[in-house]
């Protein structure tokens, strides 16, 4: 059995527990998550109002989701390109809707120099921009314009690149990872010779979305279209995937759009098809950002701290060597280097947290928070036995469970041999238990609903949630929703995306009128 002896070298300032800091979901959901982020170090306030600093621990989840999506896109036949971060004015100006639906967000560059006098720095009144620049909210417009030197034939589609690149909205109300002014980011930019080749596109792209939320982060998505309220502007057809988090709230975690010939129109972006006609391009979009790892929180954490699926964790295993006397430290030490070495040959990510300034309690409590999927602790007791204790960072939680009860399931003491071999599997539990965990969430929050009266009840008595309802209304009705519940609809969702119990014709929840099949709506950030 692991030793807990005390460190001489604790600090008196060390936390007494995970949740220390930590204010509880039950009490304050938003808190909670503002606090969570802060105490698993994954990113803090920056001094520029809106923005935010992606700290270490932070940036290799990110580093992680960004592979696992990257490797996805190569795979589908993308390349990557990197495109300017300013966009001219005037660029941004040849597509209507879609300089209209950013023009409230945008950062604009007028000068491009300072000029220091007495002392005070100010802006160069002699060194305003002939054309204002905008700070890229998104690429459309500067990548289109770039496309129609790269665009003549029909044999130079089509045309499949991706960027990782930063973006500026400049949103009013900020939350880290969830909304900032600045956030990191992919756009795919994709032109092709038919409108069916770049509609595959657009359904292709949001499957490999999908495919990284439920595989890679473990967080189950409803797939379907944007209405014609909430599309992508300058999008004809705007497809994206939903989550839930652990508040009933919806988050879209991705979007994939049909632009049709809009952007290449607006470039005069042309190709020579092959009965030798020119013919404007078909275009799409699809992009995802940083907002996942505030997903990634949300769906899976607790009030211990961050819980991470193993495929994202940038460490999978810390062990945590526990002694008394120098020569127990020597012993415990060795053997935690040891084991360490041997799981690494497992290609897994492992960390030996033998700090002498910090009881073996206080490691754990951190390493919690920090999400990392399981804890290895070798004591004395344990080196005579020849196993290790193994320390789960979640299980799936019963019915009635008490916090007890639940912490003596996560512990474990497996023979060395057998510990080690079997940790890779350990690995591929946790992540489809992740996975199942939440669908069982969504499931506990999500109703069918026929009408007005129990939507409203669902909402405002019930805490709310996924609710499947029929539709048939306008976009002004849409939005008279909006005011007197604060849903949306997340998505019309395709048909294999819908629960049995919700399949079929039905009537209008507002309106009364027929509706063919039911659609998405939630409370969503």
Not at 155 to 179: H, K, S, Y
Not at 212 to 241: C, H, W, Y
Not at 276 to 282: D, N, T
């Amino acid at each position: 059995m692991s030793d807990p002896q005390k460190n001489s070298g604790k600090s008196k300032n060390q936390p007494q527990s995970a949740s220390d800091g930590i204010t509880p979901r039950a009490v304050d959901y938003g808190q909670w998550y503002l606090d969570l982020v802060k105490r698993a170090d994954l990113a803090e306030h920056s001094p520029v109002r809106g923005c935010m600093v992606i700290k270490p621990h932070g940036y290799a989840v990110w580093e992680k989701l960004q592979r696992e999506m990257d490797d996805r896109f190569k795979a589908t036949g993308h390349v990557n390109a990197y495109f300017p971060l300013f966009i001219p004015l005037s660029f941004l100006a040849k597509e209507e809707e879609h300089a209209s639906g950013f023009a409230k967000e945008c950062a604009v560059v007028t000068h491009h120099r300072l000029k220091a006098v007495d002392g005070k720095v100010d802006v160069d009144p002699e060194s305003k921009l002939e054309e204002p620049l905008v700070v890229r909210p998104t690429s459309e417009t500067l990548i289109w314009a770039q496309y129609k030197n790269w665009i003549q034939s029909y044999r130079d589609l089509p045309l499949l690149i991706n960027q990782w690149a930063n973006v500026v909205r400049w949103e009013m109300r900020t939350r880290l990872f969830l909304r900032t002014a600045e956030f990191l980011w992919q756009e795919g930019h994709t032109a092709h010779a038919t409108e069916a080749e770049a509609r595959e596109e657009v359904t292709r792209m949001l499957d490999v979305y999908a495919d990284v939320a439920e595989n890679v982060m473990a967080v189950p998505v409803v797939r379907g279209r944007k209405t014609e309220g909430e599309r992508f502007a300058g999008a004809l057809d705007t497809q994206s995937i939903e989550g839930m988090m652990q508040d009933g709230k919806a988050l879209q975690m991705g979007t994939s759009h049909y632009l049709g010939q809009n952007f290449s129109k607006s470039a005069d972006v042309k190709f020579l098809n092959k009965d030798g006609q020119l013919e404007y391009v078909y275009a799409t979009s699809w992009g995802t950002s940083t907002r996942l790892i505030g997903a990634l929180i949300m769906t899976h954490s607790d009030d211990n701290g961050l819980v991470l699926p193993p495929k994202l964790a940038p460490i999978h295993v810390v062990v945590v060597p526990i002694y008394k006397t120098p020569e127990e430290q020597e012993a415990t030490r060795t053997e935690a280097h040891a084991v360490a070495a041997e799981l690494r040959t497992l290609g897994l990510s492992v960390k030996v947290d033998d700090r002498d300034d910090m009881q073996p309690g206080a490691k754990y409590y951190e390493w919690e928070r920090k999400g990392v999927p399981v804890r290895i602790e070798i004591g004395p007791r344990d080196l005579e036995k020849g196993s290790l204790c193994l320390v789960r960072r979640f299980v799936i939680e019963k019915d009635g469970e008490t916090e007890q009860e639940l912490r003596r399931r996560k512990k474990q003491f497996v023979p060395r041999a057998e510990a080690i071999a079997a940790m890779p599997g350990l690995m591929e539990t946790l992540q489809k238990e992740l996975l199942e965990r939440a669908r069982l969430l969504r499931d506990k929050r999500s109703r069918v609903i026929d009408t007005l009266e129990d939507f409203e009840a669902f909402f405002k008595k019930e805490g709310g949630g996924l609710a499947w309802v029929h539709w048939a209304g306008t976009r002004v009705e849409e939005d008279e929703m909006a005011k007197r519940f604060e849903t949306s609809i997340r998505c019309i969702p395709f048909p294999d995306q819908i629960p049995e119990a919700a399949r079929g014709e039905g009537t209008c929840i507002l309106t009364g009128k027929p509706s063919p099949q039911r659609v998405l709506m939630a409370k969503a950030y």
